[in-house]
């Protein structure tokens, strides 16, 4: 089956930076969507980083210029490297995958399979 495992989040003070993991198995991958989401307290789980099978990118406006999204297909792996972190970038962050091949790879697609999230908090 599909899993999807998180690391690397933590605390940081603003302006920092931080650069999260995705081990992903059960699937063949390379082959489909993957994003990065994430979700505030009280908030709406937003997209903010998505890659497709051509390793083309797009990021949420909030995001882009500071965080990067990469992988590699080899080690089956997703990160986030995320620079100029701010205190609005605190929330939990979830790996996803887009199992639908017609679906666009864009920030607002709707992920099939989610990681368990790992907790990123930017203080001031």
């Known amino acids: 089956q599909v899993q999807l495992a998180e690391s690397g989040g933590g605390s940081v003070q603003a302006g920092g930076s931080l650069r999260l993991s995705c081990a992903a198995s059960g699937f063949a991958y390379g082959s489909y969507c993957m994003g990065w989401f994430r979700q505030a307290p009280g908030k709406a789980r937003d997209g903010i980083a998505t890659?497709?099978?051509?390793?083309?990118?797009r990021y949420a406006d909030s995001v882009k210029g500071r965080f990067t999204i990469s992988e590699d297909n080899d080690k089956s792996s997703l990160y986030l490297q995320m620079n100029s972190l701010k205190p609005e970038d605190t929330a939990m962050y979830y790996c996803?995958?887009?199992?639908?091949?017609?679906?666009?790879?864009?920030?607002?697609?709707?992920?099939?399979?989610w990681g368990q999230g790992t907790q990123v908090t930017v203080s001031s």
């Open positions: 996803a995958v887009v199992d639908d091949t017609d679906a666009l790879c864009t920030v607002g697609v709707h992920p099939n399979y």
């Open positions: 890659i497709d099978t051509d390793g083309n990118t």
